[in-house]
């Protein structure tokens, strides 16, 4: 089945730039989704079709892909942006949907 | 204001079994996808099942495949997860979710609920 893998932790300081990956086998040529969840909620979509920003989600969240990487960039980067971040794609061969397994965003 | 809202999860021996339901407000239920998603605490998300807008087509994640079935009633706007022979493992916050467009494929989970708590343990 299909693997995306996502480094477990990312770290940056207030108002830097957050660069969260998902490696996949030809990645660059399936749409990807991102979800943000915080401690002891749902996750909510942030990102979707690789870069599209469903509505009320700020502009400081985007994201690209291509090859075999998917990147969720968070600019200006807020302590409200601490949060657990997981990509999902869905894998056509199986017809199941797959997560990878989560990056820790910590805010120094 | 689109909800969802789970219900039916707690203790339960291993080998027992648990009916999970999701009830849907807010949207025109019988038109979407939704699917059960699951996360052990302090684990990441996997997805569990997932059935188009009619009941019709479901497919099941491998470690559940056999043991559980999704189904549901659109003249209840309701979602469900029947659990049977349920293991150690399958202990997770059990979350149901919105399929965000039924014409696009491998579309993105745009509403979530809150998550039920299901404990499989002796």
């Known amino acids: 089945s299909y693997v995306l893998t996502q480094p477990p932790s990312v770290s940056v300081a207030p108002g830097q730039t957050a660069r969260i990956t998902c490696g996949g086998n030809?990645?660059?040529?399936?749409?990807v989704h991102w979800y943000q969840q915080k401690p002891g909620q749902a996750p909510v979509l942030v990102v979707y079709?690789?870069?599209d920003r469903p509505a009320g989600i700020p502009e400081r969240l985007s994201g690209s892909n291509s090859g075999n990487t998917a990147t969720l960039t968070i600019s200006r980067v807020e302590a409200g942006d601490e949060a657990d971040y997981y990509c999902?794609?869905?894998?056509?061969?199986?017809?199941?949907?797959?997560f990878g397994g989560g990056t820790k965003l910590t805010v120094l | 204001e689109v909800q969802l809202v789970e219900s039916g999860g707690g203790l339960v021996q291993p080998g027992g079994s648990l009916r999970l339901s999701c009830a849907a407000s807010?949207?025109?239920?019988?038109?979407?996808?939704m699917h059960w998603v699951r996360q052990v605490p302090g684990e990441g998300l996997v997805w569990v099942s997932r059935?188009?807008?009619?009941?019709?087509?479901?497919r099941y994640a491998d470690s559940v495949k056999g043991r559980f079935t999704i189904s549901r009633d659109n003249a209840k706007n309701t979602l469900y997860l029947q659990m049977n022979s349920l293991r150690a493992e399958d202990t997770a916050v059990y979350y149901c979710?919105?399929?965000?467009?039924?014409?696009?494929?491998?579309?993105?989970?745009?509403?979530w609920g809150q998550g039920i708590l299901v404990t499989v343990s002796s």
């Open positions: 030809n990645i660059g040529g399936k749409n």
């Open positions: 079709d690789d870069s």
């Open positions: 999902q794609m869905w894998d056509t061969l199986s017809d199941h949907w797959v």
């Open positions: 979710a919105r399929d965000a467009d039924v014409t696009v494929a491998g579309s993105p989970f745009d509403y």
């Open positions: 807010g949207f025109t239920f019988s038109s979407y996808w």
């Open positions: 059935i188009d807008s009619d009941g019709r087509s479901t």
